[in-house]
């Protein structure tokens, strides 16, 4: 090597340079490692953010969920038990109408058994009065026939 090149790498202004390379280069790599492994953080952060949040939003419409089925078990049940106090009031308002009816028919019962006996006594007594009728009626006739007896005899006789 030529001795003013030899003098120029000795010479502390190119060592400077050199040096001032040298460390232009680690620095501009350690930045890049630095910016590198920033993103890559930055990137896990974000990610365990979107991950975290759509744990959240799941979490959250699942909750929702639960809610909604609690709110149509609770309005089911409301029916249900709406349905059922009206059937029993239904029931109760047949039953009202079948007991009132069954007394109506019962009195209704009584009074025609009531006729029925009245009407039986009634015709009793009228076939009485006829047989007893019937009697005076062939007792009358008896006589009457007796006494056109008597009077043909009388007539005879005279």
């Known amino acids: 090597m030529h001795r003013a090149t030899r003098h120029f790498f000795k010479s502390p202004r190119f060592f400077f340079q050199s040096e001032l390379a040298s460390l232009k280069e680690t620095e501009t790599a350690d930045r890049s490692e630095w910016e590198r492994e920033f993103r890559e953080k930055v990137d896990r952060e974000w990610e365990a953010r979107r991950v975290e949040s759509l744990a959240r939003a799941r979490a959250e419409a699942e909750e929702e969920a639960r809610e909604k089925e609690r709110r149509r078990e609770q309005q089911a049940k409301e029916e249900r038990e709406a349905a059922k106090r009206e059937a029993e009031e239904k029931v109760q308002r047949v ?43 062939k007792q009358k006739e008896v006589e009457a026939e007796e006494m056109r007896k008597a009077r043909r005899r009388r007539r005879k006789n005279s």
């Open 95 to 137: 039953r009202a109408k079948y007991e009132s009816d069954s007394r109506e028919l019962e009195s209704e019962s009584s009074s025609l058994r009531a006729r029925l006996t009245s009407a039986r006594e009634r015709c009793a007594q009228l076939e009485e009065e006829a047989v007893v009728a019937r009697a005076t009626v």
